[in-house]
C-alpha cells in the first residue's frame, strides 16, 4: 500500500528557494513514478515534474522549468524550487503511479495517479 507524506512547505520571499520532499512508505516504492502538482483555489490541478522509476528520466512544466529541479533517492522523492515568484504559490501534492502503464513523456496529468499526498503550502510573496 503506497503512502505519500509531503513536506517542506512554507513561506519564502520572491527569488528564494524551497526543497519539497515526499516519502513513499509503501511497498516498492521504486516501481512507482512519481510527479509533483500544485493547485490554487478555484483551480485545476497542474502537473509540474515527473521523475521514472529510476530517477534517469525527467520531465517538467513549461511554466518551471530551468527552476525546479524533481529528483529521487530510493523512496523519497524531492522538488528543489530555486527563483520563486508569486505565482509558484500554491498547495504542492506528491503523487505516484505504478509503472506498469508506461511512461509518458509530457507533463503529468492528475487523473493519471493513484496515489496522492495531503500536500503542503507554498507561499510565495
Known amino acids: 500500500h503506497v503512502q505519500l507524506v509531503e513536506s517542506g512547505g512554507g513561506s519564502v520571499q520572491a527569488g528564494g528557494s524551497l526543497r519539497l520532499s515526499c516519502v513513499n512508505s509503501g511497498y516498492s516504492g521504486s516501481t512507482y513514478y512519481m510527479a509533483w502538482f500544485r493547485q490554487t483555489p478555484g483551480k485545476e490541478r497542474e502537473g509540474v515534474a515527473v521523475?521514472?522509476?529510476?530517477?534517469?528520466t525527467t520531465y517538467y512544466a513549461d511554466s518551471v522549468k530551468g527552476r525546479f529541479t524533481i529528483s529521487r533517492d530510493q523512496n523519497i522523492v524531492y522538488l528543489q524550487m530555486n527563483s520563486l515568484t508569486p505565482e509558484d504559490t500554491a498547495m504542492y501534492y506528491c503523487?505516484?503511479?505504478?509503472?506498469?502503464?508506461?511512461?509518458?513523456?509530457?507533463?503529468?496529468?492528475?487523473?493519471?495517479?493513484?496515489?496522492w499526498g495531503q500536500g503542503t503550502q507554498v507561499t510565495v510573496s
Open positions: 521523475i521514472s522509476t529510476g530517477g534517469t
Open positions: 503523487a505516484a503511479r505504478h509503472s506498469r502503464s508506461g511512461w509518458y513523456s509530457r507533463v503529468p496529468s492528475a487523473h493519471e495517479y493513484n496515489y
